[in-house]
């Protein structure tokens, strides 16, 4: 069964400076990674995602993530966050199961700046 | 282009009545599901739709009913509401990802 950790639920950080968010998997299978964001009261916005290739993936705002199949993470980084990031954060992975594109979700990281 | 929208934004019931929540996608996707998400515990699948007509259940399907009898649509019914049913609700159509509709918040007094 696959199954994803999200290693903190709260991220409190002040502005500019950088920022990791850790997301471990759990599959024996390869798997589709993916970081989606919600801010308050909105639904939820793909991040960025990895499918193949290389394993350095950039998305949108400025974040990044890195595919490490030896450590089955993913986690997600910027270098200099601002007062709009803002935002819970979800690590989800993918496989395709049953007829459909499974989605299995993080319990979700609070990230705050603070100025 | 509408993209993923979800009617209505807010509901309060009251325990035993019934409700339905409509999701509308204007992308022509295949695939449509439904979410529900509460505090810890990250977004968990309800049902799921391949395509018009065919429904299947999720992750945590008790308590719901869905139907897919149009290719844009995809509703969510409660037949008799309960208080462990409080929490938002969120729509998702894909093609390779999936797109979220903006929820509905739901609380059953």
């Known amino acids: 069964a696959q199954s994803v950790t999200q290693l903190d639920s709260q991220v409190p950080v002040f502005e500019e400076a950088p920022v990791e968010l850790r997301c471990n998997y759990s599959?024996?299978?390869?798997?589709?990674l993916f970081w989606y964001v919600q801010y308050p009261n909105q639904g939820l916005q793909l991040l960025l995602k990895y499918l193949s290739g290389s394993t350095l993936v950039k998305g949108i705002n400025g974040f990044e993530a890195e595919f490490n199949k030896s450590q089955t993470s993913f986690h997600l980084r910027k270098p200099s966050v601002h007062i709009s990031d803002t935002a819970e954060y979800f690590c989800a992975v993918s496989r395709y199961s049953g007829g459909y594109n499974k989605l299995i979700f993080g319990a979700g990281t609070r990230l705050a700046v603070h100025p | 282009n509408a993209g993923v929208t979800q009617t209505p934004k807010f509901r309060v019931l009251k325990t035993g009545q019934s409700m339905t929540l409509l999701c509308a996608q204007d992308?022509?996707?295949?695939?449509m599901y439904w979410y529900r998400q509460d505090p810890g515990m990250g977004l968990r699948l309800i049902h799921y739709?391949?395509?018009?007509?065919?429904?299947a259940k999720g992750e945590v399907p008790d308590g719901y009913n869905v139907s897919r009898l149009k290719k844009q649509n995809f509703l969510l019914g409660l037949e008799s509401a309960a208080p462990s049913q409080t929490s938002v609700y969120f729509c998702a159509t894909s093609y390779n990802e999936q797109f979220f509709g903006p929820g509905t918040r739901l609380t059953v007094l």
């Open positions: 599959s024996s299978v390869s798997v589709y």
């Open positions: 992308m022509n996707h295949e695939y």
């Open positions: 739709s391949v395509g018009e007509g065919t429904t």
